[in-house]
């Protein structure tokens, strides 16, 4: 489909919704991708992407951060404690903020460093066992124990389930940041970003429609 495609399917989605232009913000989506398609999508003027493996993003885009000014990248996967330290030095946010014991050591990283990227606390707004994230029931407790650690909550995101229709999820997932003071919603992706939009998503999580089909090797 392309970039610019996808662009103006936001246009219109935001006019849909009565928001204003540029309201919502694209994350290109670049994990796996070959180099050449993120290249090409840098070339046309894109900054915003988003990452799932930290180790990944380390060996790319330092050396596309240098080339293209203004890049920003987000960590959008789940992270794992031990790669917490190399994540606050690569990404500008982390969307998946899903529990205590990362919260305690992001907290300990950023007195440490003076700094921490921008946080999205992900709920599971599904209750899916096998999913990360905060219940929703108990999100309400975990954003008070995040702010007690000082750490900037810049919202919430959801993945919904594959098999349910998104909107509720969405609508709930706005619903909690609204009773919280939270103002970001990291919400939608190639195949439900308009519906999100609607719910007031403010980034949404776009791969294989701008970039292509992902090829997996095996990890």
Not at 1 to 6: C, D, E, P, T, V
Not at 79 to 97: M, P, S
Request: proline fraction near 7%; include cysteine.
């Amino acid at each position: 489909m392309g970039l610019n495609a996808i662009r103006e399917r936001i246009a219109a989605a935001e006019a849909a919704a009565g928001r204003a232009p540029g309201s919502v913000q694209l994350i290109a989506v670049s994990k796996v991708q070959p180099p050449e398609r993120v290249a090409a999508v840098l070339a046309e003027g894109h900054r915003l992407y988003g990452e799932n493996y930290v180790q990944e993003a380390a060996g790319k885009w330092p050396a596309w951060r240098a080339e293209f000014p203004g890049v920003a990248v987000h960590m959008i996967g789940p992270l794992q404690t031990n790669k917490a330290k190399l994540a606050v030095e690569l990404f500008e946010a982390i969307h998946t903020l899903d529990r205590p014991s990362l919260a305690v050591k992001l907290a300990g990283l950023a007195q440490a460093r003076g700094a921490c990227p921008d946080l999205f606390l992900q709920v599971n707004t599904g209750a899916e066992p096998q999913k990360a994230g905060i219940l929703p029931e108990a999100l309400d407790g975990f954003v008070k124990e995040v702010r007690g650690m000082d750490l900037p909550i810049a919202g919430l995101m959801c993945i919904p389930p594959e098999s349910e229709d998104p909107a509720p999820h969405f609508a709930m997932l706005a619903g909690m940041a609204a009773r919280n003071g939270l103002t970001g919603l990291s919400m939608g992706m190639s195949s439900d970003f308009e519906a999100a939009i609607a719910a007031g998503a403010t980034h949404v999580r776009v791969g294989s429609a701008i970039f292509g089909a992902r090829e997996y090797a095996a990890r």
